[in-house]
């Protein structure tokens, strides 16, 4: 009997039997890739997430030719389509076709789209001058000057040539002639501010109305671009776009027609921290001075 017990403690001793050893805790497991992790997808369309970096730096980017050209723009980090729209004023939609993007959600750093239409003269596009529009205030039953009669009547001169028709440019004839409305009736919480506030900050309550402050066609109706929280971007015409952030509830979709004074949105705090509506004016892109625009209340 003691020679059995000898025996077994020995085969123990040598690991035969792996029963008679002692219990401790399993060594920790390690997982490895069967291969080269795939590197992320980053979507950079009509979404929050930034341009895609550039994959391979020995081939040129997508209209990389065209850089720094009139009537482009060069894809920066953090960009989307959306903001590139609100940036050239142009519906993100048209930017895809124009560029014949294959697939709308995938744009690279330093990628460079064109951001006028095909045909247009991009060079008379930059350079046209963005002056705010004036407003003419005269009774409609005011009488008009009459002219001042010379002493010497003199022979009436030959009628002058009809002037050249202009190239075509992004802003069409009439396009200043928008009839503004304000698109809240609350106070004005935040004024505009050159390189620090691109627009107007309208006081009100969660859920007040939210108006189209001129007639136009809906381009863009999500929360996809950063900062601006539920936003409704209207296109007036060729020149101008508005675009009214923050809102609790959007009642329009895309590619949709509304006229101006019609309720687009519910005011609210989305990406915010107050209720208000963000309001912008951009012509060509550029933000402008709302109340310079907006009618005297």
């Keep these: 009997m003691r020679r059995f017990h000898g025996l077994l403690a020995a085969l123990c001793a040598a690991g035969v039997l792996g029963g008679c050893a002692t219990s401790k805790s399993p060594a920790p497991v390690e997982e490895r890739a069967l291969g080269p992790r795939p590197a992320p997808t980053i979507i950079a369309g009509p ?38 729209g609100l940036e050239s004023g142009q519906n993100w939609k ?26 247009e003269n991009a060079a008379a596009v930059s350079t046209r001058p963005i002056a705010s529009t004036r407003a003419e205030t005269r009774p409609l039953d005011a009488p008009r000057p ?22 075509p440019v992004a802003g069409r004839d009439g396009d200043d002639d928008i009839n503004w409305m304000w698109p809240a009736a609350g106070p004005v919480s ?85 209720v208000l509506l963000h309001f912008e004016i951009r012509k060509q892109g550029k933000p402008v001075d709302p109340a310079r625009l907006l009618p005297p209340r």
């Design 94 to 119: 048209d930017l895809v076709k124009w560029n014949n993007l294959e697939n709308a959600n995938v744009i690279e750093v330093g990628q460079v789209l064109r951001v006028v239409p095909p045909g």
């Design 190 to 274: 935040a004024s505009f501010e050159e390189g620090k506030s691109k627009g107007l900050g309208i006081a009100g309550k969660l859920g007040d109305p939210v108006l189209a402050a001129a007639d136009g066609r809906v381009v863009y109706a999500g929360s996809g671009l950063r900062g601006y929280g539920n936003l409704v971007i209207l296109k007036h015409n060729a020149t101008y776009l508005t675009a009214y952030a923050h809102n609790q509830t959007l009642l329009v979709k895309e590619d949709q027609a509304v006229k101006r004074g019609q309720k687009i949105a519910e005011m609210g705090n989305t990406d915010s921290d107050r």
């Design 47 to 84: 979404g929050t997430a930034p341009a895609l970096p550039a994959s391979d730096t020995s081939k040129p980017l997508p209209g990389a030719e065209n850089a720094g050209k009139p009537g482009y723009y060069t894809v920066k980090p953090g960009d989307t389509m959306i903001r590139i």
């Design 146 to 167: 009459a002219a001042t009669p010379s002493s010497s009547a003199a022979p009436s001169a030959p009628p002058a040539a009809p002037p050249a028709a202009p190239a």
